[in-house]
């Protein structure tokens, strides 16, 4: 059997469950069962790639199908609490398939659909050979001819569409495919996709509107299933001791969240964390940032105020609703910011949208350095000059650097208020980020500093930046020492370098203090 009532879901399910570091996700199927023989039984569930979207499709295709007695698998997990639920257990036909596999030396659509539809076929025809006497023109009436009921479990269902051979017409024939087989049809109990992209993505027209789509900014159902939250990283970590720390991994993989607000980790980078003991790129290095570049790229100038914003830790406001089939060229900032946010490079939460963590922050700093960002990329190159300044305790050369960027004159650097302030001096300082970690708004001492620059090598002082609008830096330097922001710093380097920055905006001067700790 190619895809009906295999145990391949099994046996990958199994695999996961064996690992040192698994999350029971289970309950999932209690979410999904009540759907089975119904007319909301279509669901296409899209998250960022390694969300766990495949290990769960395998775990459904594993308890549904009767291609295999998956009771001494499933005992052990907390869905053997649901009695309602076994009713389901290895009692339907299940038609699996991993969309993501192409042919041996596959060419072009047509060569990945038939070999797919001949899998379908073979299938049908071993499992009721009654079906070999007519002769069919389509697939869908060979399952009709059945007179049986299936699932259908179809993983990464969209990855066709990233093949350079797919044309517009193949996109088209595929969701024709697909619609003819699912939608509208008698022997289907329940259709279940996942996907990175949104059905409305490719979809223009009807073809698969039968199904419900929830993904990264609509979910308040299954959300839960897919990633792994606060709580189930402590008990990882208390599992897993003496390799990384909870505070750790949370500041490298958290800030997504569950639509009710909790903490949502990247389930990927969180299990490699753990298995190799160093926090690492471990998501964004699975596969190039292509799709960051294409999105951003489309209408830079209507994002670029966001990106600089949030890299300075500023939240940014802005009313997401979806990703609907409207939105396919990309054009306009709610667009391209949706996009992201289906994608997981964004965090998308009560109306504010932020870079989640540490490990995607790396990367949007180097998004700054881009040729498309225009006069941010100049500011973004000259930035070595302002670190190596205030190393050297150059307070005229600093406040200098930062009178040049003022001058510019981008609408959005000018300053209003401190976040203003705080977005230059993100740009300014973002060669730092090469040899210190940066932390905004960093709890330190009796309350929180501006910018905490805490060395990685030991040879380097640690930094404190206070600023001030309309106020001296003479008071950014007091406020230092009154709340003892020194607290921290002094934990990562022997000597730090307290800097207050000041801007008068009836003047329009800045000024800057530059002093040694004691």
């Not at 990175?196 to 199904?211: H, T």
């Not at 990106?307 to 709610?334: C, F, H, W």
């Not at 006069?375 to 307070?395: F, G, N």
């Amino acid at each position: 059997m190619n895809y009906f009532n295999t145990e391949e879901p099994y046996l990958l399910f199994q695999k996961a469950v064996r690992n040192d570091i698994f999350v029971d996700k289970s309950m999932l199927i209690d979410a999904v069962s009540g759907k089975i023989g119904t007319n909301s039984g279509y669901l296409c569930i899209t998250r960022p790639r390694r969300f766990g979207k495949s290990m769960n499709a395998q775990m459904l295709g594993a308890y549904y199908t009767r291609g295999v007695d998956s009771s001494s698998l499933f005992d052990q997990l907390r869905i053997a609490d649901v009695k309602e639920c076994q009713k389901h257990q290895n009692n339907h036909n299940v038609i699996y398939a991993d969309m993501s596999r192409l042919p041996d030396f596959c060419r072009n659509y047509q060569e990945y659909i038939a070999a797919f539809i001949d899998g379908l076929r073979e299938d049908l025809l071993e499992a009721f050979p009654a079906l070999g006497r007519k002769k069919y023109h389509s697939v869908s009436q060979m399952f009709r001819d059945s007179k049986e009921s299936f699932i259908f479990i179809f993983d990464e269902w969209d990855c066709i569409f990233y093949q350079e051979f797919m044309t517009d017409a193949d996109k088209h024939a595929y969701l024709s495919f697909l619609k003819n087989l699912l939608k509208d049809q008698p022997y289907v109990e329940l259709a279940y996709m996942t996907g990175v992209l949104p059905v409305a993505k490719y979809s223009s027209g009807s073809e698969l509107n039968m199904f419900d789509e929830y993904n990264f900014i609509n979910d308040t159902i299954y959300d839960r299933y897919f990633g792994f939250s606060e709580k189930e990283v402590r008990m990882l970590c208390e599992k897993h001791q003496n390799t990384v720390s909870f505070e750790e991994l949370k500041k490298w993989y958290d800030g997504y969240y569950l639509h009710n607000g909790e903490s949502l980790f990247n389930p990927r980078s969180v299990v490699k964390a753990l298995s190799r003991g160093v926090c690492l790129n471990y998501w964004t290095e699975t596969g190039p940032m292509n799709e960051i570049a294409n999105y951003i790229e489309h209408n830079t100038a209507a994002v670029r105020e966001d990106l600089v914003k949030m890299t300075a830790g500023i939240p940014v406001e802005v009313e997401l609703n979806g990703y609907s089939a409207s939105e396919l060229q990309l054009n306009t900032r709610d667009e391209i910011l949706s996009a992201m946010v289906v994608f997981g490079f964004l965090a998308y939460y009560d109306g504010h949208l932020r870079i989640p963590n540490h490990e995607l922050m790396e990367k949007y700093q180097r998004v700054l350095a881009w040729d498309s960002m225009g006069e941010i990329k100049e500011i973004v190159d000259s930035s070595r000059q302002m670190v190596e300044a205030t190393l050297a305790q150059d307070s005229d050369k600093v406040a200098a650097l930062l009178e040049h960027v003022h001058d510019r004159e981008i609408p959005f650097l000018q300053y209003n208020d401190e976040n203003a302030l705080s977005c230059v001096i993100t740009l300014c300082y973002l060669y730092a980020r090469k040899d210190f970690i940066v932390e905004r708004e960093a709890k330190s001492g009796k309350g929180y500093c501006d910018y905490l620059f805490l060395p990685k090598k030991s040879q380097k002082p640690a930094m404190i930046l206070e600023l001030k609008v309309d106020d001296t830096c003479e008071h950014a330097i007091a406020q230092i020492k009154d709340r003892n922001y020194l607290e921290k710093a002094k934990q990562y380097a022997d000597q730090v370098l307290l800097v207050g920055i000041g801007y008068d905006r009836t003047t329009k001067k800045h000024r800057c203090i530059i002093e040694m700790s004691e």
